[in-house]
């Protein structure tokens, strides 16, 4: 199991799910301390990450890093 820090995770939150999707689990530390585990969800549905709810955060950064209701729904419902 890696073993990555609190600092990885706030700045590789995306990368960390694509690779949980792929089945890696992660130890996590704070302050150079182990303080829990991240890993698959047991017996879940793996999420394509070409599942539009997944690239939500994506689509808004495309848009200006505004994304309101109605916007979110477009980008969810009409890709």
Known sequence: METI????VRKNTKSLVG?????????I?????PV??????AGGKSISTDDPVYRVA???ED???ELDARAADDLIYRR
Not at 19 to 27: A, D, I, M, V
Not at 29 to 33: D, I, L, V
Request: proline share 3%; aromatic share 10%; no cysteine.
């Open 36 to 41: 829990g585990e991240l890993f698959p969800a």
């Open 19 to 27: 690779r949980l999707l792929r089945g890696e689990s992660f130890r």
């Open 63 to 65: 848009l200006g890093g």
């Open 5 to 8: 820090s609190m600092l990885d």
């Open 29 to 33: 530390t704070y302050r150079n301390r």
């Open 58 to 60: 994506e689509h808004a």
